[in-house]
């Protein structure tokens, strides 16, 4: 999983049976993350999966064969 996010929360992935949660530490001022997926790197193209208001995310979508880059922005 890349780092593709500005400040430093703490980000954990933690695969279950069939999708990955992912949680992170909440960034002071921030209401809402916008939860990203790419199969390259950060800097290249990004599908949106979701706004949340919370600190995690469950990926119901999860392609094991692939390395995943996981962005958010605040």
């Known amino acids: 999983m890349g780092k593709c996010f500005e400040g430093n929360p703490r ?3 933690t695969a279950q ?3 990955i949660k992912l949680s992170w530490t909440a960034m002071q001022g ?13 800097a290249g193209e990004m599908e ?4 949340v208001t919370g600190t995690s995310y469950i990926d ?9 880059f996981t962005k958010y922005r605040q």
């Open 11 to 13: 980000l954990k992935a």
């Open 17 to 19: 049976e069939d999708s």
């Open 30 to 42: 921030a209401d809402t993350y916008r939860i990203y997926r790419g199969t390259r790197t950060c």
């Open 48 to 51: 949106v999966l979701a706004d």
């Open 60 to 68: 119901l979508k999860l392609n094991m064969i692939h390395r995943i």
